[in-house]
């Protein structure tokens, strides 16, 4: 069974920044796609950023363009999602997940495995 594991979460002013690391063990999963979800209290489990398999393409949720970016880094097996000029709407548990359907999908339900969770908290 394959395991993520995400860390870097933390509090941290509006306009700050912060980098999520998601790292894989037991299993490699340089094959899967690989996103970011993010679930505020309340609310819908989201989509926030995906990157393909080899890195080359990358995908963001409107909400977050311009100030997050994914990354991957196959080697060690880690994904990072690097985040600036935070905004206290970013407030979340973010979520590491890993897709075998070929695909950079929005959709939760696509995701084959799940990390544990990380919370940022963005305070004004």
């Known amino acids: 069974q394959g395991q993520l594991v995400e860390s870097g979460g933390g509090l941290v002013q509006a306009g700050g920044s912060l980098r999520l690391s998601c790292a894989a063990s037991?299993?490699?999963?340089?094959?899967?796609?690989m996103g970011w979800f993010r679930q505020a209290p309340g609310k819908e489990r989201e989509f926030v950023a995906a990157v393909t398999w080899s890195g080359g393409r990358t995908y963001y949720a409107d909400s977050v363009k311009g100030r997050f970016t994914i990354s991957r880094d196959n080697a060690k097996n880690t994904v990072y999602l690097q985040m600036i000029s935070l905004k206290p709407e970013d407030t979340a548990v973010y979520y590491c997940a890993a897709t075998g359907h070929g695909i950079a999908t929005i959709d939760p339900k696509d995701y084959d495995y799940w990390g544990q969770g990380t919370q940022v908290t963005v305070s004004s």
């Open positions: 037991e299993r490699p999963f340089n094959s899967y796609y």
